[in-house]
């Protein structure tokens, strides 16, 4: 919460919404860049065009992960 008014930041209120609603973490429309909920915009941006998604299995072989919208 941020100190000075006691108010959820964005980051915290999305956090939330994620762990409510059991989403693994956030993936931009395109696919393009995904973080998980520890780790939430680790690209340093909170790009408008995210969707919450689950972890899914990785093939490509240049990503540890990948956020999609459905459960592995």
Known sequence: MSKECGLL???EII???LITNHYD???SIDCE???RIDDLFSCG???GD???G???PCDCGEHDFHIGDRKP
Do not use: D, Y
């Open 54 to 56: 689950n972890e899914i």
């Open 33 to 35: 860049c995904a973080c």
């Open 25 to 27: 973490g956030l993936c």
């Open 45 to 47: 941006a909170c790009v």
């Open 15 to 17: 956090r939330q919404f």
């Open 9 to 11: 930041t964005v980051k």
């Open 50 to 52: 995210c969707e919450p």
